[in-house]
């Protein structure tokens, strides 16, 4: 059973930093993904940073170079360090895994993962 728990969400203002954790169990991080993504109110699921089953990370152009995407603990924790935010960055934010059969090349696409955390909250104020 994968789970999935993001924490360390919360309120800044903009200019601030926020980073995320995301504590994943029950998943094989050889043949999986795990990314992180994010829901602004009345908007789709957007993409923001990626971790294939190599480990090679990618971002969306919205967050390059403001925010980091980081694994540790055996691939079992998943890191979002967030710089620079701007209110428009406020929503909801996840952690997600797909599962592939060997390795995975991780997308941004939400609909391409299998198991979702819960969220953790972000609000950036001006």
């Known amino acids: 059973q994968i789970q999935l728990v993001e924490s360390g969400g919360g309120s800044v203002q903009a200019g601030g930093s926020l980073r995320l954790s995301c504590a994943a169990s029950g998943y094989s991080a050889s043949r999986s993904c795990i990314s992180w993504f994010r829901q602004a109110p009345g908007k789709e699921h957007e993409g923001v940073a990626t971790a294939d089953s190599d480990g090679t990370l990618r971002y969306s152009d919205s967050v390059k170079g403001r925010f980091t995407i980081s694994q540790a603990n055996a691939k079992k924790t998943l890191y979002l360090q967030m710089n620079n935010l701007t209110p428009e960055e406020t929503g909801m934010y996840y952690c997600?895994?797909?599962?592939?059969?060997?390795?995975?090349?991780?997308?941004?696409?939400?609909?391409?993962?299998?198991?979702w955390g819960k969220g953790t909250k972000v609000t950036v104020s001006s």
């Open positions: 997600a895994v797909r599962v592939e059969l060997i390795t995975c090349r991780a997308t941004m696409s939400p609909r391409d993962y299998q198991f």
